[in-house]
């Protein structure tokens, strides 16, 4: 995989929604403590060392993973200004002395908000075991019920669901009751249903406050979890958990539900779970697959309606069919309450169809520096008036999709403060059995906004209220149409778009989708005037370097000829006029990791393409004609690079005697000698070309097959050799440090498909 697509690709895998890395997913149980025998300084007398008793033990190692974590993998190296070396001094004494985990995790989270990062935390497996025991003990009185209903029915009691073991840490259920609930002055208040459910033909309203699940008091639940962990993260994606794994469960199953109504009358009833309309999709290589709703539908004769709960790669398709139905809108609501966020690749896409221009997404702050993100406008695109509805239930790329078409005036943003959780953030877990929650990359709006711990802050803050709900309203949806109605605010809008040139705003002869301009900008400042003469300064030029010898060693020669004589007949390689490759490839990059298929096509002279897929980027396709290159993907990104210097040769990297045998004729080859790498002798050989190109070549003493090829563009490593035909191939190739491809079938001369090398159409690429 080329450069260009590496960087791409990381882009896209390192954001996720962050609630993932908190609650849901696979829950191990505990680690056992290691039975390693520890031993450490007395961090007073260097000299002095001691063998730790277990829980010691468990606790020194606990804390000594979560000071390295930070050291080595916290986006930022200045750690806040601190001494991060003084602080493990300062804190290695106390872990000793402690005699509970809990004192422990309430010391680490201590010492990690020194740091003052809101997205930094010591998650203690008791609030994994809370809800486990809550989801554990509603289960078991939902079969109970199931059971004594099977019995005075005649039945046995034998439904062989009953026997199974509790599948209390299963993928996200399919199967609910359509209520969607937000917590309101403290209660879980039903805010929505789904149409057609059972919970909105049972006669439960919006505005109803859910009491208990299964005889599960959610009130109790909540005070537990606050005891544990006083955290706002817990309180506000609560609804999501609960919702999740109470509210759903097994197909054609039932539920108990006490609630208080519109009276505060308490009432019980059970609801059947019926198939929810969602579809399982994977936000990234960290977290568990989601269950993506998406709905699109007319509000009015006017107005579209969007609303999706996470950003996945189907929801670039799902926006563009509803566009399509929407051509003739005139305005449209994005309803993003409760949106999860997800893949980075999901916000690209629809940013694109958003707006008519390029859309600037932010920047992602890395230890190692910043990347821009930006979303290229796409030929199918709404250009009518839009409104987006955020909450406190908004994260990751749903916020920053709300301040990218915030910032960039295209669109006006209703609802409540979004989460403020923008850092891609991922966990490890400690020896106790808790988790580090930490960040490896700050985020930056386009506006220079950090989002991380304040939100997006809405243009028109509506908070929902019981009583509204009661009534059947949804006053954020309310306030949403009556702002598509003002014509002066958005005039307003689009004249502060149309002067942010350069900031992602619109290019001047786009006037948005009201027809009233704003004020020209002003004219820029006259240009200082420079004075005729300059200073004279004299510059001497440097001597001349002494010309670098031309030789070639015979002992370089003769390891090369080694290696192409094992590698095959020339003539078989000088035969080659085609191949395909399938395989697959993983990139390693800033701690994330991500596998893809992957496929390689080259048809002589000049056609050339790397396909690889994933069903987090979906498809992303290089695409050479000898002269540029054309980077492509599902996600909405294509753009056009003209071919930068060596990489005709780079694209050849999979046949390395082909390139060998090139090399074999520079007029410089010098021998450098037999070093250790990994374990292996390799003969390591510089050769240089008449143009000054230089590359360094490695071979392996013991089998003579290459094992290395680097030059200033491309570093590339060989191994794993296997014959096709009567020659040799390297079926795994390193590309550079963060790409590992490991091929299952080359093909030599074989047929290819003429549309392999064409660029692919998509829905958002026709108006």
């Not at 700050?442 to 009661?470: C, F, H, M, T, W």
């Not at 490839?585 to 496929?599: A, H, I, P, R, T």
């Not at 563009?713 to 296997?722: I, V």
């Amino acid at each position: 995989m080329n450069s260009l697509s590496r960087a791409l690709i990381l882009t896209i895998v390192v954001f996720g929604s962050g609630h993932f890395s908190l609650l849901v997913g696979q829950r191990k149980s505990p680690p056992k403590p290691t039975r390693r025998v520890v031993t450490v300084d007395s961090y007073g007398d260097p000299s002095s060392t001691f063998a730790l008793p277990p829980d010691v033990q468990r606790r020194v190692l606990s804390f000594e993973k979560v000071w390295e974590t930070i050291r080595d993998n916290y986006f930022d190296a200045s750690f806040n200004n601190l001494d991060w070396n003084a602080i493990k001094s300062e804190y290695a004494p106390k872990v000793r002395a402690l005699k509970t985990d809990a004192d422990l995790h309430r010391l680490l989270g201590e010492m990690i908000r020194r740091l003052e990062r809101s997205h930094l935390a010591i998650i203690p497996p008791e609030v994994y075991s809370e809800i486990e025991k809550a989801r554990t003990t509603a289960k078991l009185k939902e079969r109970a019920r199931r059971s004594q209903n099977l019995q005075g029915s005649g039945g046995d009691g034998s439904e062989d669901s009953i026997e199974e073991p509790l599948d209390v840490d299963g993928p996200l259920a399919q199967y609910g009751t359509g209520i969607h609930l937000r917590i309101i002055d403290g209660k879980f208040v039903i805010a929505r249903m789904d149409k057609n459910s059972s919970a909105e033909y049972s006669g439960l309203k919006t505005g109803y406050v859910i009491d208990s699940i299964n005889d599960v008091s959610l009130s109790t639940l909540l005070m537990r979890l606050q005891i544990y962990y006083p955290d706002a993260r817990i309180r506000r994606f609560l609804p999501y958990q609960v919702v999740a794994y109470f509210l759903n469960g097994e197909k054609d199953s039932q539920v108990k539900i006490g609630y208080f109504d519109e009276k505060d009358a308490s009432q019980d009833i059970t609801l059947r779970r019926e198939l929810i309309r969602s579809e399982t999709v994977s936000l990234g290589s960290n977290f568990p697959d989601a269950q993506l709703r998406f709905e699109a539908f007319a509000i009015s004769p006017d107005v579209g309606f969007v609303r999706f709960d996470h950003f996945a790669l189907p929801v670039i398709g799902k926006l563009c069919d509803a566009l399509t139905e929407f051509k003739d809108k005139k305005a449209l609501v994005i309803d993003l309450r409760g949106n999860l966020g997800g893949s980075i690749a999901g916000l690209i896409g629809l940013g694109g169809m958003l707006s008519a221009w390029d859309l600037e997404l932010g920047t992602s702050i890395y230890r190692s520096g910043p990347e821009r993100l930006s979303s290229q406008t796409k030929a199918k695109h709404f250009k009518g008036r839009m409104v987006l509805l955020v909450d406190g239930m908004t994260v990751s790329a749903a916020e920053m999709l709300s301040a990218a078409l915030q910032d960039s005036r295209r669109a006006f943003v209703v609802g409540e403060r979004t989460a403020g959780e923008t850092l891609p953030a991922i966990t490890v877990e400690l020896p106790t059995g808790a988790r580090l929650l930490y960040p490896i990359a700050n985020y930056k709006s386009a506006s220079g906004k950090l989002l991380e711990g304040n939100g997006v802050i809405p243009d028109q803050v509506v908070a929902l209220d019981r009583a509204s709900l009661l009534e059947g309203r949804d006053v954020q949806v309310e306030a949403a149409l009556r702002l598509l109605k003002d014509d002066a605010a958005f005039s307003k809008l689009q004249a502060s778009g149309d002067t942010l040139a350069g900031f992602g705003g619109p290019p001047p002869e786009y006037r948005g989708p009201v027809n009233s301009g704003g004020a020209a900008p002003p004219p820029p400042p006259p240009m200082r005037k420079l004075p005729k003469v300059l200073a004279e300064v004299t510059v001497k030029a440097p001597a001349a370097l002494p010309a670098k010898p031309k030789a070639r060693d015979s002992r370089a020669v003769k390891v090369i000829d080694e290696f192409l004589a094992l590698a095959g007949p020339l003539e078989t390689l000088s035969a080659i006029k085609s191949y395909s490759m399938i395989g697959k490839l993983e990139l390693s990059l800033k701690g994330v990791k991500q596998s893809f298929d992957y496929k390689v096509f080259r048809e002589l002279p000049n056609k050339y393409v790397e396909i690889s897929n994933s069903i987090v980027t979906g498809e992303v396709r290089s695409i050479n004609d000898g002269n540029s290159m054309r980077v492509q993907t599902e996600f909405g990104v294509d753009r056009k690079f003209p071919n930068p210097p060596g990489l005709t040769a780079e694209s050849e990297y999979f046949l390395p005697a082909a390139r060998v045998k090139e090399i074999s004729a520079y007029p410089s080859i010098n021998y450098l000698g037999i070093f250790d790498r990994k374990g292996r002798k390799i003969h390591v050989i510089e050769a240089e070309s008449t143009t000054g190109t230089s590359i360094a070549l490695g071979f392996d003493v013991e089998t003579k097959m290459i094992s290395s090829l680097a030059s200033t563009f491309f570093t590339l490593g060989y191994g794993d050799f296997r014959r096709v035909g009567d020659i040799l191939l390297p079926f795994h190739v390193e590309n550079g440090s963060a790409t590992s491809i490991h091929l299952s079938e080359i093909k030599l001369n074989t047929p290819i498909e003429p549309s392999v090398f064409q660029p692919k159409e998509h829905c958002f690429d026709k108006p």
